[in-house]
């Protein structure tokens, strides 16, 4: 075994990736050094991780899709939380953030953590903050809109030859890639936790907040099935809409009276036509990550109908609420909970 690999056992990450002998093995294509690398690395078990880590730094550098670095408040957020939410390749978000510079110390690590979960034995996560909304390209070419407060997860094992599998918690809507005619037919398959969508090729919406599932199919077909069972399971059709609500019996499906107000959101607004204003304040809250509270009865079943209420300003959308409906939006102090009174 060459003498320099010994030598690396000495060197941390950083100074891997500032090592000309690392770079030009770890990057090599080349069968035998290739054949060495991996050798040496079974000797040392320990160390494994370190040099692995480095060799993907490396990797994601020299990629033609960058790994894109998290936002700002992404990293000021703990170390558990900035691994739940880190983002992988080919991901482009709809509202530009700053970037720290790749150079910079702080930049580096947080790229070490992103890179880190690309490895194919782990899950790779997608995810949107508060106000914001991604559009996220996966590896079949199938186009993701991610709305706020939403993850898109590709599990352990999810990508195979029989189906092509994401786990959902929020809402998205997906333009599945059509695979080529003559191909055995692999699946694209969404699961919630109460629900599972399977498609071949289509266009459709899904959301799963506050215990209720709705499916709304643009065009294609799909086909949903239940986590719980007890349900069979339902076609859609074009233009249809399918909600379940925890713990119901049934599931509703019917033809979408206003199918443009359901996917309105990936414009960056949401549409309400002659809905309560509880619904659109719990809508509200699930995207900014706030609470809405109107404790008039009366004043929460107001009906608002509004052309669009914007996903990524809370502040003018709460603005837009007060002129619309004569209302009052006063912030509890040092909290996320907005009481909603009449202005009258």
Known sequence: MPHIYT?????????LLEDPDFRQRALSVDASVRAHWT???DEHPAYRPTAEMARAILLAV????????????????????LLSRAQVAKERPLRRSRMLP????????????????LRPTAPTVYASNYGELREIVLPDGTVVNLNANSTLTIPTGGWTAEARTVLLDGEAFFAVKPQPAGDDLQPFVVRTRAAEVRVYGTRFNVRDRRGKTQVFLEEGAVSVGWAQGGLPETPLLPGEVLDL??????AERQ??????ALVAWKTGRLVFSERPLAEALESLGDLY???LTCPDDAVAQRVISSAGIPVDDLELALQLLEKALNLKVERVENSKVYLVHSAE
């Open 7 to 15: 030598r690396f056992l000495s060197l941390d990450c950083e100074q």
């Open 39 to 41: 050798a040496w690395l």
């Open 62 to 81: 020299d990629a033609p899709s960058p790994v894109t670095l998290p936002s700002p408040r992404e990293k000021a957020t703990d170390f558990a939380a």
């Open 102 to 117: 790749f150079a910079a110390a702080a930049g580096l690590l947080l790229l070490i953590v992103a890179v880190f979960l």
């Open 245 to 250: 609500t925890a713990g119901a019996g049934t």
């Open 255 to 260: 033809k979408a009276e206003e199918p443009a």
């Open 289 to 291: 990550g706030v609470v």
